[in-house]
């Protein structure tokens, strides 16, 4: 690109000195504010979100992937249908306790990023560093792989009744799935919101028809399923903690009004408010589609079906079963899109911060996108689709993710005691800080101490790496790093044609 065209993206043309010019260039320069404020804003939303779209957003962003795989692995865990309703249901206040958690920090410290800006004012910017490198690491392309291959299981399961599909065919076709969502959202930041928006609506659709038919089936009398609901359940705190790790998995995503504290219109009123009623409103409808899918299965049905809301759908809506697995699919795809669409809000603010690679957090000149952080995440994710499958990688996210909701909640603790002035417009009780750090204190320790695996000290060495990055890169600065990483940044930015995002029309 030339530079008389770098220079217009900066506001530096000639246009300043010459008022025809200028004129001449406003409808340009409004569509790029427009695309920007998209990009600023996902999901479609304007700059001031009010109550019922604070809801929607809680809503569209927790229902996803996670309600058509972790029956599964929570019933394997538990044993019982009834401790399996009563995990999904205690998942969900679980959530509820930790978003209001949240609430109060996100009135307090009104900025973008989520836990990273409140790890940085309790605990200062290692902490905060080590968030934002497990995030970039290990949590947001795990989540995305995990998707991906809830996706690829469903678009497949049809092809193969009977019997699972290969694993081969659902690495591919979730790798697949990566790359196009990857390309979609590098390209066109209007066909990723809309795109967005379309899957959302299929999303409901999916959900509202599995709770009808099974409200349909209980008045029928399909409860025997139901009867000593608690008999042959084993439980034991490593089975417990394992049985949470996929319940919250499909929770994840309640504290997503976090990173848009700026754009909600009356905070103080309205992220609690969308919190109490968005999330129940989430955990009632997990718990009715756990409902239905055992007014058509055993436990033992369930735990073979590789696809539970497949298998559902043969039993209900034969011979329109292929709805089932077509709009589960549009659900999980459209989770992914949604993940991937939000990837470079987090990375923006650290390297704000000048936490993180400063490439990965600069903007498509030319199509105002996140690429080179959407395109970073979608190689990673391909990275876990190879050896991973589906409860391995939950695990492993789960892990990570709750080892900083729990610090964070601790910050909010801290800060009770060592920032006293600072004005709280919400302030919750403190005993649900304590609980919810307590109860994030044992999601983190009980599997490794029932049941350690390698895949936690992975998990531990990937977030530690992130202090020899920290003390090389950020604390010290070594001229010998930045020689390294310099070169890298010029050529990369040459490539994907980015410049970072104060350079952008606003």
Known sequence: MGEESLRRRKGEDIGEEDGDSTQSQEPQTMNLQKEAKLFLFPFGFPPWVGLISGICMIVGTIIGSGIFVSPKSVLANVGAVGPCLTTWAACGILATLGALCFAELGTMITKSGGEYPYLMEAFGPIPAFLFSWTSLIVTKPSS????????????????????????????????????????????????????????????????????????????????????????????????????????????????????????????????????????????????????????????TELLQSQAVAVTFGDRVLYPASWIVPLFVAFSTIGSANGTCFTAGRLVYVAGREGHMLKVLSYISIKRLTPAPAIIFYGAIAIIYIIPGDIDTLINYFSFAVWIFYGLTVLALIVMRFTRKDVQRPIRVPIVIPVIVMLVSVLLVLAPIISAPELAYLYCVLFILSGLIVYVLFVHFQFSWAQKISEPITTHLQMLLEVVPAEEVPE
């Open 144 to 299: 995305f792989a995990i998707i991906c291959l809830s996706f690829a299981e469903y678009a497949s399961a049809p092809f193969y009744p009977g019997c699972d599909p290969p694993r081969v065919v659902i690495k591919c076709l979730a790798a697949a799935a990566i790359v196009i969502i990857t390309l979609v959202n590098s390209l066109s930041v209007k066909l990723g919101s809309y795109l967005q928006n379309f899957l959302t609506a299929a999303k409901m659709i999916i959900v509202t028809i599995i709770i009808v038919s099974g409200i349909v089936l209980l008045a029928q009398g399909k409860t025997e399923n139901f009867k000593d609901s608690f008999k042959d359940s084993t439980i034991s705190v490593s089975s417990l903690g394992l049985a949470f790790y996929n319940g919250l998995w499909a929770y994840d995503g309640w504290n997503q009004l976090n990173y848009i504290t700026e754009e909600l219109k009356n905070p103080y009123r309205n992220l609690p408010l969308s919190i109490i009623i968005g999330i129940p409103l989430v955990t009632v409808c997990y718990v009715l589609i756990n409902i239905s899918y055992f007014t058509v299965m055993t436990s």
